[in-house]
Nanobody
Framework: QVQLVESGGGLVQLGGSLRLSCEVS????????MRWFRQAPGKERECVAQ????????RYADSMRGRFPVTRDNAKNTVYLQMNRLTPEDTAVYYC???????????WGKGTLVTVSS
């Protein structure tokens, strides 16, 4: 059974930082790309950043570029989202996502809540 488990969310003040983690588990599971999404209250879910497992070429939404570097640790099957200079507009539930190589099924984590206070 494939699982994506996010952690690292919480309450942080304006200008602060958080690091989110997403651990992928599942016997023989492989995918090409890991993505971070977020969904703020009353808004649609949006992609924040993505990174392939095999090459170090991350991609970002324009509004996140430079603030939210995404990295991965292949040995730990874990992807990270370092969130810097946070503002209340970054308040959202953050999800990690991937698509299985075999079969193309989507997998989502349950999300981790990030709240930024002013």
């Amino acid at each position: 059974q494939v699982q994506l488990v996010e952690s690292g969310g919480g309450l942080v003040q304006l200008g602060g930082s958080l690091r989110l983690s997403c651990e992928v588990s599942g016997r023989a599971f492989t995918s090409n790309v890991m993505r971070w999404f977020r969904q703020a209250p009353g808004k649609e879910r949006e992609c924040v950043a993505q990174i392939p497992w095999s090459i170090d070429i991350p991609r970002y939404a324009d509004s996140m570029r430079g603030r939210f570097p995404v990295t991965r640790d292949n040995a730990k099957n874990t992807v990270y989202l370092q969130m810097n200079r946070l503002t209340p507009e970054d308040t959202a539930v953050y999800y990690c996502h991937t698509v299985a190589k075999a079969g193309g099924m989507d997998y989502w984590g349950k999300g981790t809540l990030v709240t930024v206070s002013s």
